[in-house]
């Protein structure tokens, strides 16, 4: 008798997938006069996972966000997690020093930041040594050129073709590490997986009463709220 019981793991990139092969032209974001579909998101996601691959991240890796609300930080909620690293979505309100506690103590491997805090970024460089790649997202402020490290664009550019997907092992997997304000001393790491994410997002649409064709106006923080 075959004993097999077949597991499906939850997983928010399933949220993702589905809505490109099922709505692939319905507009997924809208960024001032810019919209992107399902399709061109859930590419734009896959180019990030690529490019990430080739600078070196894989399973259980972190990739830090430094970033306002801007589609490139929802990316940064699905980028990673398609090769099984985890977001560190870090409060762009902190000090550097706080800043560069959380790099140091998340370990990431790689920082995507707007432009808008190079200052910052310039001002603790030296003091994150493990972060080998910094990706730079131009949006309202021009690229600090004293900043080593591609443009965000340019580094989607880098990715190579095809499909970039780790499977998930267990839905209990890490998918990001959560910071705390430190209110008390330095902020706290909080491990977040793959199935509290896919059910608060679940529990968000049934409370919430979303549809196909609901329009939801993101007001509060991706740093703290996760976009999934």
């Not at 979505?89 to 990431?108: F, V, W």
């Not at 095809?162 to 705390?180: F, K, V, W």
């Not at 304000?181 to 199935?195: A, C, L, M, Q, W």
């Amino acid at each position: 008798m075959d004993d097999h019981v077949s597991l499906h793991h939850l997983n928010p990139i399933s949220f993702l997938d589905r809505s490109a092969a099922v709505y692939p032209d319905k507009p997924a974001v809208v960024y001032g006069d810019r919209t992107y579909s399902y399709s061109e998101f859930a590419d734009r996601v896959n180019r990030l996972a690529g490019a990430l691959k080739q600078a070196g991240v894989g399973k259980g890796d972190r990739v830090a966000f430094l970033l306002p609300n801007i589609p490139q930080m929802l990316e940064g909620h699905y980028g990673p997690l398609s090769l099984g690293a985890m977001l560190v979505a870090i409060n762009m309100r902190l000090s550097g020093r706080e800043i560069t506690y959380i790099l140091q103590h998340s370990g990431a491997k790689v920082l995507v930041f707007d432009s808008e805090y190079a200052d910052t970024v310039l001002g603790f460089l030296d003091e994150v040594p493990e972060v080998s790649t910094f990706v730079q997202v131009v949006d309202t402020h021009p690229k600090s050129d004293a900043i080593p490290g591609p443009e965000y664009e340019a580094f989607l550019d880098s990715s190579p073709p095809g499909a970039h997907r780790t499977d998930l092992e267990s839905e209990l997997d890490p998918i990001a590490i959560n910071y705390t304000s430190g209110t008390t001393g330095n902020p706290k790491g909080v491990v977040y997986h793959h199935r509290g994410a896919f059910l608060n997002a679940i529990s968000n649409a049934l409370v919430f009463g979303l549809n196909p064709k609901s329009v939801y106006l993101w007001t509060l923080p991706m740093f703290h709220c996760n976009g999934w």
